[in-house]
């Protein structure tokens, strides 16, 4: 492996875990100097290995190189003169800059990628740009990719960054974590971006494959990170551990070899991953130990009733069940289309059709899409209306090949 191939992996793995550790360091209103460092690292890196070769130990240079640049920064820098060095110097720990250690051992790595978590999980910064930021900072995603993912341009992510690390300078975000009797509180906004981060992926636009179940596994990861750390490890960051892993295991029968969606009773089971259902089920079991029931919990129960293969009334019994309990808990238009599914597959098409239609989602394309679903065998002719209406509102073109091949065959069978 040469230069050219190792350098964008540890891009990947490293960037994030560099950035945090600086951050921490100068604090989370500098991160922009955090990036630069860590990015000047890798670019030194890139031109180091490709004359010299690569280290026997790339991490560690990596790191050594960020931590030197670091300290030559505070060594000359306007921030160490006019914002740390009184900070620094009131420490009794603190020395002169040379003297500061930037530390990179996996337990300040661990420490300061979960108190980033919290830190751009803040309130005051917009969810949209939470993501982007979980993307770029602690998933080390390139621009490039987030604006893939987000089907938009570098321009347009980088102006989305720019405002996101305002937000934090104006509010005075920092990278403390919070104490015991606000984990409750802030956690729940960090569970929020990891579950906004997971559906980035798993209902993402993008027909890049590969880019998409990155997004899931990184917010897997990061939930994971949470469920470790024992203050942050509770029955709801369990809950939604369980309900990615489910998701997840069925990632590879969801597009077909064109990217067209494959509808969950067409789903090759053969391609769903066995050891994501059972590690869903571990997280789920430990998940009940709490006595808070929350959305994670319904959603988990759902997601891993769709991990069971058997078409049973059983099976959309308990999932109808977990519905009912959900939209009493939080409504959402789509709980409220995937629980008339559910009551389809109970009560049968006609009930279901008259559930829909009390819905009334005009302009909304999974409403039509269900009602064509629903309607196919009852009254075909609607069932045409309704994919048609489905298919003009679609947004991207694996939804318009799913609706179009749905209504092709609906018109053969006229």
Not at 3 to 27: M, W
Not at 72 to 84: C, P
């Amino acid at each position: 492996m040469d230069s050219t191939e190792i350098i964008p992996q540890l891009f990947r793995t490293e960037y994030r875990k560099i950035v945090a550790v600086l951050c921490k360091h100068f604090g989370f209103d500098q991160m922009e100097i955090a990036e630069d460092i860590t990015s000047d690292a890798f670019l030194t890196a890139a031109e180091t290995w490709g004359q010299k070769g690569i280290p026997p130990n790339p991490t560690a240079w990596l790191y050594t190189v960020a931590a030197n640049r670091a300290k030559n920064y505070l060594k000359r820098g306007r921030v160490f003169n006019t914002k740390l060095a009184p900070q620094l110097r009131r420490s009794a720990s603190a020395g002169e800059p040379e003297d500061i250690e930037v530390e990179f051992s996996p337990q300040n790595i661990n420490d300061s990628q979960l108190r980033m978590m919290f830190a751009i999980s803040h309130p005051a910064i917009p969810p949209e740009a939470q993501i982007g930021l979980s993307l770029r900072i602690l998933c080390g995603f390139g621009i490039d990719e987030i604006a893939e993912a987000f089907l938009t341009n570098k321009e347009v992510i980088n102006k989305r960054l720019f405002r996101a690390k305002e937000k934090i300078r104006e509010a005075g975000v920092s990278l403390d974590l919070p104490g015991p009797t606000e984990i409750d509180a802030r956690l729940s906004s960090v569970l929020t971006t990891i579950y906004l981060l997971f559906n980035e992926g798993y209902y993402s636009a993008s027909d890049n494959r590969s880019l998409r179940k990155e997004l899931c596994f990184e917010a897997i990861r990061l939930c994971q990170m949470l469920i470790e750390n024992e203050p942050t490890n509770t029955s709801e960051a369990n809950a939604l551990l369980a309900l990615m892993c489910f998701h997840a295991s069925r990632l590879d029968a969801r597009l077909d070899a064109n990217g067209a969606i494959v509808l969950y009773e067409e789903q090759d089971v053969s391609l769903w991953n066995s050891d994501l259902v059972s590690k869903g089920g571990y997280f789920l079991n430990r998940a009940a130990s709490g006595a808070r029931l929350s959305k994670y919990h319904l959603e988990a129960g759902i997601a891993f009733w769709n991990t069971q293969k058997e078409d049973t009334k059983e099976k959309w019994g308990q999932i109808l069940q977990f519905y009912n309990l959900l939209l009493q808990l939080e409504y959402s238009p789509m709980a409220a289309l995937n629980r008339t599914y559910a009551y389809s597959k109970v009560h049968g098409k006609e009930g279901a059709i008259r559930e829909a239609l009390l819905l009334g989602l005009s302009n909304n394309r999974f409403y039509y899409a269900l009602l064509g679903d629903l309607y196919t065998g009852v009254d075909d002719e609607r069932a045409l209306l309704n994919l048609s209406e489905a298919l003009a509102l679609a947004r991207t073109p694996a939804e318009r090949a799913t609706l179009q091949k749905r209504i092709d065959g609906l018109v053969k069978k006229e």
